[in-house]
């Protein structure tokens, strides 16, 4: 490639990242206005007799649907800035395969296959939620009313974090580049599958985590927010998210029995590496043990 069109290509890339990291953040920002809507709403209801008057009926498929809205709202707010990097990888090594005339399936493709999972994970809480309400287990405020759940919960996001499965999902989502080596799809189906993987890998990190919603209230947005730049150093800064899990256990444990004992507060190992576009080693700096790129 000669230095005019790497030039060019440079310029390409770095349109098309701008171009997608305002996307992102304007996505972003639309879910955590609607979560501050909600939790403005929620805060002046009376939510106590609403609730009450809630378990002494079924819930209907609209109650059902504003939920499951809700919980996917908070999943792309709070998951799609971890899943930046990756996607921006995927969109550079799109971009420099067209400059090489081939074509690979869009980055949307990909980005939705993410967040598929994620709404498949919402269904699942969803169905918890409606299972926990039903066992009158949680507060109108949405947050667990049983020490033992609450002390549960706690309990098994603590231990997850010391298990070979969440290592191993981790691992993938710090290395993008690694990722992509490793799970490298053709196609357009094969954009969307790696997005899947890709989410079911960051699910595999996180769903012990995002069970503790229900531990400091699913609509508490401090409680929102430190979930996710929790998720967010885990992948990004290790050692941040050490120290910062280290720091905050201490006020997790008072947090659950404060909010379990009734408080109402308003607030609301080695793998094979599969072929992969030659633009990959370009756009990364990645480098096959083998040799290969």
């Given at each position: 490639m000669s230095s005019?069109?790497?030039?060019?290509?440079?310029?390409?890339?770095?349109?098309?990242?701008?171009?997608?990291?305002?996307?992102?953040?304007?996505v972003t920002a639309l879910c955590w206005v609607y979560l501050f809507r909600a939790a403005g709403q929620m805060a002046s209801m009376d939510l106590d007799a609403g609730m009450d008057v809630m378990r002494l009926r079924p819930w209907t498929a609209l109650d059902l649907s504003l939920l499951l809205l809700m919980w996917v709202v908070m999943m792309v707010g709070m998951m799609l800035p971890s899943a930046t990097p990756m996607i921006?990888?995927?969109?550079?090594?799109h971009r420099k395969a067209e400059t090489?005339?081939?074509t690979l399936a869009p980055t949307g493709l990909f980005a939705l296959g993410y967040l598929a999972v994620w709404g498949g994970f919402s269904v699942a809480a969803t169905a918890a939620q409606w299972g926990l309400d039903r066992l009158a287990l949680l507060s109108p405020?949405?947050?667990?009313?049983?020490?033992?759940l609450g002390a549960g919960l706690l309990a098994a996001a603590g231990l997850y974090q010391l298990t070979a499965w969440?290592?191993?999902?981790?691992?993938?989502?710090r290395a993008p580049a690694h990722f992509l080596a490793n799970h490298w799809r053709a196609g357009r189906a094969g954009a969307f599958q790696m997005g899947v993987r890709h989410g079911a890998f960051c699910l595999g990190?996180?769903?012990?985590?995002m069970a503790l919603l229900f531990v400091g209230g699913v609509m508490n947005l401090l409680w929102i927010a430190a979930i996710a730049f929790f998720v967010l150093l885990e992948k990004a800064a290790p050692w941040a998210a050490r120290e910062v899990a280290g720091a905050a256990s201490p006020w997790w444990g008072w947090e659950s029995h404060w909010e379990s004992a009734?408080?109402?507060?308003?607030?609301?190992?080695t793998v094979a590496m599969r072929p992969v576009p030659d633009g990959l080693s370009a756009v990364a700096g990645w480098r096959d043990p083998r040799g290969r790129l």
């Open positions: 005019a069109s790497a030039t060019r290509l440079e310029s390409v890339l770095r349109r098309d990242r701008a171009t997608l990291l305002v996307a992102i953040v304007a921006l990888l995927y969109a550079q090594v090489e005339g081939r405020r949405m947050v667990a009313t049983s020490p033992v969440k290592d191993a999902c981790l691992r993938y989502c990190c996180c769903w012990v985590l009734g408080s109402d507060r308003r607030t609301g190992r």
